[in-house]
């Protein structure tokens, strides 16, 4: 958390700033999940913000100095954007102040989130970016591309999904309402998925992750979008964090997966 549709509303969000100069930055934190680069607050003054997009889990900010900020909210994190009326509160870690006098302030109690600042042009050589799997919504995400990376996979598919260097954007919550809706058990190994399952999977990957988006993202814990709307999907929830609860005859359960909780209907999720 938070995950694809978190980021994608995060990034939608920020439109309010596109096209803006940034006048001044200021970092309160110096090292949150990694130590922000010491050179961004000089490449970051008098840019303008040129374009603004997702890759996976990360908030890329194009600047029109051939510059990108690269934003991962880790576990806690959210931007924000106020006006000139603003005043510092608690876990406030880094703050962009543009010409407009609005703001632009990364939140994180955890600090699991990290800062960082690429040329734009290598951007897809950095580790944490070349190291990523197809995008969850992307149409590049074919039935047969996941077949043939996991037909012989001893994992189990709920765990396999989670894998960003296979699919990139799905998190623990989405994994298990994804799989509820394509009748699929988390237990099932990669190797035991036929295709025709897989194109299940993929079918309800794409239903799940773009009802959340329209849903705003879900709020269980800190999301926030960046004007301070909660996200409400966790109203739509079918199995997550619903264990006990009845479903057409059968009853959500919890069970630990690598240390991850997982919640799904056994009968129901029978790989039919």
Not at 31 to 58: E, V
Not at 199 to 209: C, D, E, G
Request: aromatic share 8%.
């Amino acid at each position: 958390m938070p995950e694809l549709p978190e980021v994608e509303t995060t990034v939608k969000g920020l439109t309010v700033i596109l096209n803006q100069k940034i006048s001044n930055v200021k970092i309160h934190t110096p090292k949150l999940r990694f130590k922000i680069p010491n050179n961004i607050i000089n490449i970051l003054r008098n840019s303008k913000i040129s374009n603004l997009r997702r890759i996976a889990k990360f908030i890329i900010i194009d600047l029109d100095t051939d510059y990108s900020l690269v934003i991962h909210l880790g576990m806690s994190g959210r931007l924000k954007t106020v006006n000139k009326s603003y005043k510092r509160i608690k876990h406030d870690h880094f703050v962009m102040y543009f010409l407009s006098k609005r703001i632009l302030v990364y939140h994180d109690p955890r600090r699991f989130g990290f800062i960082d600042i690429v040329e734009t042009k290598n951007l897809r050589k950095k580790k944490y970016i070349l190291n990523l799997g197809v995008d969850a919504l992307s149409p590049e995400l074919s039935a047969q591309m996941i077949f043939e990376k996991i037909s012989k996979s001893e994992v189990p598919i709920k765990q396999i999904l989670l894998n960003q260097k296979l699919i990139a954007g799905i998190g623990n919550i989405y994994a298990s309402e994804i799989l509820f809706d394509s009748k699929i058990s988390p237990l099932t190994l990669g190797k035991d998925l036929e295709i025709s399952l897989i194109m299940k999977l993929i079918k309800s990957t794409r239903k799940i992750l773009k009802k959340a988006v329209k849903y705003g993202g879900s709020s269980i814990r800190d999301f926030r979008s960046t004007d301070g709307t909660l996200g409400n999907f966790q109203s739509d929830f079918k199995v997550y964090n619903k264990e006990g609860k009845k479903i057409r005859g059968d009853e959500v359960r919890k069970i630990i997966q690598y240390g991850r909780s997982t919640f799904y209907c056994p009968k129901l999720q029978n790989n039919k």
